[in-house]
């Protein structure tokens, strides 16, 4: 079983719509969690860290489930510029290094 | 805002041919990594720096790829030779500390091997 998992996509939505990520991780000693954006041919960037008891910054909003063993993404207000792939990366404690999931490809529409 | 940089963008190569990727770290970040990334899938650990030794290169090609960080600051991954199954973008990055740290990329060099 891969360490991070998602499902690739594409999810096409519309201008304005809400969408929803998940990403699941395998080992249950995984302590830090990040979401990053990559753009076409680009390099991944930071997009946010995924806190405990979750966190928003702006139109975005992450979330950990420990006991499901899954992380969420959720993006509301979908804005054009908003059509990238999106990372899903795991640290697992005791680990030297973070594992990083396929992605997932999003294409807001107008 | 600080940035890793990398050289160069892009390379154009022949099999069987040497090529070398460079790499400066944010300043202050003890961590480097190196990654490859093919299209459509996410980015795979070649190396792992923390200062100038390596701490995990479980899945560097050794016959093949080599990389260093002589003075724990700046880093250079090379192929030797190179294969057509290397084409890839080869991505650095850089931490503050192993793990807890999010990574910090450079634009990549995007190699295409012929």
């Known amino acids: 079983r891969k360490e991070v998992e998602q499902d690739p996509g594409p999810f096409n939505v519309p201008e304005g719509a809400t969408v929803a990520f998940n990403c699941t991780y395998s080992?249950?000693?995984?302590?830090?969690f990040f979401w990053y954006r990559q753009d076409c041919r680009k390099e991944p960037k930071l997009l946010m860290s995924?806190?405990?008891s979750g966190n928003e910054d702006g139109r975005f909003t992450a979330q950990l489930n420990r006991a499901s063993q899954y992380i969420s993404l959720l993006i509301r207000d979908s804005k054009l510029s908003d059509s990238a792939t999106y990372l899903c990366?795991?640290?697992?404690?005791?680990?030297?290094?973070?594992?990083f999931g396929t992605g997932t490809r999003l294409t807001v529409i107008p | 805002e600080a940035e890793v940089a990398q050289s160069p963008r892009y390379k154009i190569t022949e099999k069987s041919q040497a090529v070398a990727f460079w790499c400066d770290p944010i300043?202050?970040?003890?961590?480097l990594y190196w990654y490859r990334q093919i299209l459509g899938q996410g980015p795979e650990l070649l190396v792992q720096?923390?200062?100038?030794?390596?701490?995990?290169d479980s899945q560097l090609p050794k016959d093949r790829f080599s990389a260093e960080r002589l003075k724990g600051v700046d880093s250079t991954l090379k192929i030797q030779p190179a294969e057509l199954g290397d084409s890839a973008m080869y991505l650095c990055?850089?931490?503050?500390?192993?793990?807890?740290?999010?990574?910090?990329f450079g634009n990549g060099t995007r190699l295409t091997v012929t």
């Open positions: 300043s202050g970040h003890a961590t």
């Open positions: 080992n249950s000693a995984s302590q830090s």
């Open positions: 990055a850089s931490s503050l500390d192993r793990g807890n740290s999010p990574l910090h």
């Open positions: 995924v806190y405990s």
């Open positions: 990366v795991v640290n697992r404690y005791g680990a030297n290094n973070l594992f």
């Open positions: 720096f923390q200062d100038e030794s390596v701490v995990d």
